[in-house]
């Protein structure tokens, strides 16, 4: 993570002070992460595109608000999703069985990569059918369920973490948490489904 990179930190601070080119500098160590993130989110490649760089647009806007409390990754995410869902409120978003056969392949394998798991390949199927569910389930939560669950379980942040991001407390990310995985457990009841083990031993 950026805290870790001393010369990360110091390059959002010039960006901060105006320095365009120290952000294009920090956005080169984030955009292939976060265009995953999209991608996983919206489900076409395009759309993920258009998402992760009005994404780092508006970061750009907003940087003087980022006051380093959080990862900037998390911060850079919960701008991905803010966007998404105000693009979602123009427009229906493109559903799961309605991809093409190339977007479906590559919106599983973003999947995998996002939620970093190597599965067996016995397991690919199940695992393939089980994570189309879960993003099914997630899309159909309130938008502050899902950015919690997207934060907490995608992004695989801390809790604290989630907070600064959202701007909120720890206390209530943790409602939101316990309230969101209470829905998705029970679509998944009401499907006959088990819910994603990752979400299903969650504990807060």
Known sequence: MESAIPE?????????????????????????????????LCGNAALAEDLAQDTLVE????????????????????????????????????????????????????????ADRQPLPDQAALLRDQSALVWQCIRALPPKHQQVIHLRFYVDDSLEDIAAALGCSVGTVKSRLFHALENLRAMNAMRGQFINPQLKAATL
């Open 8 to 40: 990360t930190r110091s390059l959002l601070d010039r960006a901060r002070d105006g320095d365009a080119a120290a952000f294009g500098e920090v956005c080169l160590v984030h955009e292939a992460r976060l265009l995953r993130q999209a991608l996983a």
């Open 59 to 114: 970061a750009w806007k907003s940087l003087r608000r980022y006051n380093g409390r959080c990862q900037f990754f998390t911060w850079l995410c919960a701008i991905l999703l803010n966007r998404y869902h105000n693009t979602v409120r123009q427009k229906r978003p493109l559903p799961f069985s309605a991809l093409a056969a190339g977007d479906e392949g590559e919106f599983q394998r973003s999947l995998n990569q996002v």
